[in-house]
């Protein structure tokens, strides 16, 4: 059964760093997605994006973040000078259509130090 | 508000029996209803879903039942397995494709 893999699994970074994490969507999936989930909450929504653009993003994606579909097969989060409270595990999903099930990776375990 | 929440935290429940897991939302227009299984590491698992016109949808051993007069979601398993133990969330979506979660329900099967 197809799958969302991102990558890495857990990620390490120094306050202030810049990191990228990496999405590789189910192949014929045209919106993907981006939520966070920090340690004992619920899952948050960051970001939509179809046909090469943001469709949609919540209050926390801010100009610290950014996505970008660089291929035709890969969906990065790039968050810029990041933050104590960036820490968290970043999901990314992708659907073949509007309001159809969306299917998630495993995460990113972001560690900021 | 725009809430979507779950009444209980944690859920024991014996093998063999049927497990029902309940959820509240607030936000009247959600037109798109969604569980998901997360296992620990690993992300949320698509389970079922169902749309606003519909009041119940059946799928293997689970059953979504959606009361749109209290807005009111629960998930039943049938049959519970040690498989299924987990943390089940609850999510909806309004007219876009941004799914807003609950703060999930942990479920325990007690072998």
């Known amino acids: 059964e197809p799958e969302v893999t991102q990558t890495p699994s857990h990620q390490v970074t120094q306050m202030g760093q810049e990191v990228i994490l990496r999405c590789v969507p189910i192949?014929?999936?045209?919106?993907f997605y981006w939520y966070r989930q920090i340690l004992g909450q619920k899952v948050e929504f960051l970001v939509s994006f179809y046909n090469n653009e943001i469709s949609e993003k919540s209050e926390i994606f801010d100009d610290q973040f950014s996505v970008e579909r660089p291929d035709g097969s890969n969906f990065t989060l790039k968050i810029r000078s990041t933050k104590l409270e960036d820490s968290a595990m970043y999901f990314c999903?992708?659907?073949?259509?509007?309001?159809?099930?969306?299917?998630f990776g495993d995460g990113t375990r972001l560690s900021i130090l | 508000g725009e809430s979507v929440g779950l009444h209980l935290p944690t859920l024991s429940v014996q093998e063999g029996d049927n497990s029902i897991i309940n959820c509240a939302y607030s936000n009247s227009a959600s037109d798109y209803f969604i569980w998901y299984k997360q296992e620990s590491g690993k992300g949320p698992q698509f389970i079922i879903d169902?749309?606003?016109?519909?009041d119940k949808r059946q799928g293997q051993r689970v059953t979504v039942l959606l009361n749109k007069t209290v807005k009111h979601l629960s998930l039943q398993i049938a049959a519970t397995q040690p498989g299924d133990s987990a943390v089940y969330f609850c999510?909806?979506?309004?007219?876009?494709?941004?799914?807003?979660f609950g703060k999930g329900n942990q479920v325990v099967v007690i072998p």
């Open positions: 192949s014929n999936h045209l919106y």
């Open positions: 999903a992708s659907g073949q259509v509007s309001n159809q099930p969306q299917h």
């Open positions: 169902i749309r606003s016109n519909m």
């Open positions: 999510a909806e979506s309004y007219g876009n494709n941004r799914l807003a």
